[in-house]
């Protein structure tokens, strides 16, 4: 880590990629300060400071805003009214500030979704808080307003589904335990092609992104791209039994997965820009492996 950026504050730290990101920052020798609820104890590195904010509460936010960051890391922004928050605690505080975003913001395309195609510097600003609107909106929200304040410089990174062994959503490890269990899995379209990114790998842009020039919207996934039926197959040799795929399902059954069109981006501009990403076949199988032999050990 270069000398003039030592001081980081993470917010949403404790758990998944983020964690995965605060243990990089300690291994580069960061000063970093992980802010959250404090409503669990959460296992991490012994040079961790911490701090009790409330990320919806801007009087409780400012708290971190008494202090001077060279990077702040926000994994737990999403409205207009968390940004503007943001915005208004941090000005004048902060050397760069990297937003984790979505691919979501995105529309569903049948081609490779580059940056450009959602535009946050155009983008209607609709004043609010993450109550009330999709999860899709309040990232809208939520980079507009950053990329149309311009308080500090700004990263928007636009993750696919992140997958990992610890993933809390345990959205991969459903559709293991579906097809162990031979339960039916609803897919409206088998045919939709998906991109991934690993928490490992999520850690590492973040890291990047916050001590590298690039600034702006920038998307980050694993070179190549899944069909849902390919990913379902890998998981059928894995286990060992076939996927019973169903257009329609009881909600319980319906696959996280479940898109009704193709979604995944185009990651060139981060490439050109100097992040070496992995492809999706050196790392997915395998986790597929690993998912499936812990599921069948813990059902056998």
Known sequence: MEATLKKVL???GTRFFGKRLV???????ADVTV??????EVDLPPQVKRLVVDRDD???LAIAGEEQWDIVYDN???SYQNALDACEVFRGKVGKYVLTSTLSVYDYAEQALKEEEFDPYTYPLRPGTREGVSYQEGKRQAEAVFFQTDAFPVVAVRFPIVLAEEDYTRRLHFHVEHVHEEQPIGLENPQATMCFIHAGEAARFLQWAGTGSVTGPVNANSHGTVTLQALLDNIAQAVGKPARIQPETAPS?????????????????????GFAFLTLESWLPALIQTIAKETMHAKA
């Open 10 to 12: 993470v917010l949403g």
């Open 76 to 78: 737990i922004c999403y």
């Open 58 to 60: 801007k009087a409780s």
């Open 35 to 40: 802010a959250t609820r404090g409503l669990t």
């Open 23 to 29: 243990h990089l920052l300690i291994e580069s020798g």
């Open 253 to 273: 059954d319906q696959s996280p997965f479940g898109f009704p069109h193709s979604f995944f981006m185009d990651n060139s501009k981060a490439a050109a820009a």
